[in-house]
Structures are given as structure tokens and as C-alpha cells.
T-cell receptor
Framework: GAVVSQHPSWVICKSGTSVKIECRSL??????MFWYRQFPKQSLMLMAT?????????EQGVEKDKFLINHASLTLSTLTVTSAHPEDSSFYIC????????????FGPGTRLTVL | GQQLNQSPQSMFIQEGEDVSMNCTSS?????WLWYKQDPGEGPVLLIA?????ELTSNGRLTAQFGITRKDSFLNISASIPSDVGIYFC???????????FGKGTTLSVSS
């Protein structure tokens, strides 16, 4: 089956620093990648949708200048949390979809971010 | 906006028991998906439902897409300890571009 990886799997950073999280589709080309955030014991909340070569579409309430998304190739999307604060601590999960009409999304294993 | 209401929120069962959980919405969904998430991992797709009334099985798991397209249930038969985890229902938003997740059902299985 299709595999999506994320790097790093966990990261601890100081408040005010920026953190970059990578999402890669390992054995398929992903026209669309999605970024979700999951707080403890809560559901996955979609943050943004990114299509290769174009600007990401952010969900309401998600600051695009704080969560920078780059989908520069068909196998890689990055999420940069800029000037991170403790309230940004969360589990960030990406998913990838192969084709525009595909219903199935393949999820990465997630990245645990802790901001001190 | 579209929301998915999942119940129960959590379940504690004995190994070997059958489990049932469901998902409802006030909106119509054209696709229902059931995922399982283990601690510290991303969700894994269990069953996908694409037609109203559809009943689909995957091993000990069975899921149905409600006739009204506003609900779905997931059954697990003869539960085993590795069934422990959080089960999410999900459906596509109105634009069909992104998934909306329910709040999840946490399953605990004691042996």
C-alpha cells in the first residue's frame, strides 16, 4: 500500500523558534497533501490543503503566516510553524492523496511538537 | 458547518465481546470512512463506504452506510487486545476536497 512518512517524529523547541515538519509520499506521487492538528484526546482538525505548485488553502481560523506550507514537489510537502508558542504544542499529521478524484487519503505517522 | 457525531465516546469491554459504535450527522455525506488510530500514530483506513445502504466487511469488522446517508455504524466481532485504539468516522466536506473527522470512540479491551 501507499506509504507516507513524516520527519521528525517528535520535536521539542523553545518558544519563539520555528520548526519545519516534512511529509513525504514514498511510493506514489501526491497531487494533494493535507495537514491536520490533533490535540490530546481530541479529533483530527484540518489545518490546510496544499496542491503541488500552488498556494495552500487554509481552514478558517488557521493563521497562514504562522503555519507556512510548501508543496514544492509531488512527493514532498513541508509545514513550518513560525515563532512557535506553547499553545502550538500538538500532534501534527499529514495525509496525501494520489489523484484529484481519489477518495483515499494515506496518513503519515504524525509529528509530536512540544514547545517549551 | 458539517459535523460528525460519534458515540459512544469510550468503551471498556472484555476480550471476545462484540462492539458497535456509530456516527451521525445532520448533513448528508456521500462517503463514509472508518479509521483506527493507535497511540502516537496516524490513522489507518479500515473500511470505506461509497453507497447508501452499503454493508462492507473487513475481517472481523463490518460497517454500514445508512440509507439516509446521514449515519454509519462500525461493528467489531470477537474483540481481541490489539483492537485497542481510537476509532474515527470521517466523511468528505461538501466540496469533496477534504475529510471531516468525528471525535472518535476510544476502545479498551481487557483480556
Amino acid at each position: 500500500g501507499a506509504v507516507v512518512s513524516q520527519h521528525p517524529s517528535w520535536v521539542i523547541c523553545k518558544s519563539g523558534t520555528s520548526v519545519k515538519i516534512e511529509c513525504r509520499s514514498l511510493d506514489f506521487q501526491a497531487t494533494t497533501m493535507f495537514w491536520y492538528r490533533q490535540f490530546p484526546k481530541q479529533s483530527l482538525m484540518l489545518m490546510a490543503t496544499s496542491n503541488e505548485g500552488s498556494k495552500a488553502t487554509y481552514e478558517q481560523g488557521v493563521e497562514k503566516d504562522k503555519f507556512l506550507i510548501n508543496h514544492a514537489s509531488l512527493t514532498l510537502s513541508t509545514l513550518t510553524v513560525t515563532s512557535a508558542h506553547p499553545e502550538d504544542s500538538s500532534f501534527y499529521i499529514c495525509s496525501a492523496r494520489q489523484g484529484a478524484s481519489d477518495n483515499e487519503q494515506f496518513f503519515g505517522p504524525g509529528t509530536r511538537l512540544t514547545v517549551l | 458547518g458539517q459535523q460528525l457525531n460519534q458515540s459512544p465516546q469510550s468503551m471498556f469491554i472484555q476480550e471476545g465481546e462484540d462492539v458497535s459504535m456509530n456516527c451521525t450527522s445532520s448533513s448528508i455525506f456521500n462517503t463514509w470512512l472508518w479509521y483506527k488510530q493507535d497511540p502516537g500514530e496516524g490513522p489507518v483506513l479500515l473500511i470505506a463506504l461509497y453507497k447508501a445502504g452499503e454493508l462492507t466487511s473487513n475481517g472481523r469488522l463490518t460497517a454500514q452506510f445508512g440509507i439516509t446517508r446521514k449515519d454509519s455504524f462500525l461493528n467489531i466481532s470477537a474483540s481481541i487486545p490489539s483492537d485497542v485504539g481510537i476509532y474515527f468516522c470521517a466523511g468528505f466536506n461538501q466540496a469533496g476536497t477534504a475529510l471531516i473527522f468525528g471525535k472518535g470512540t476510544t476502545l479498551s479491551v481487557s483480556s
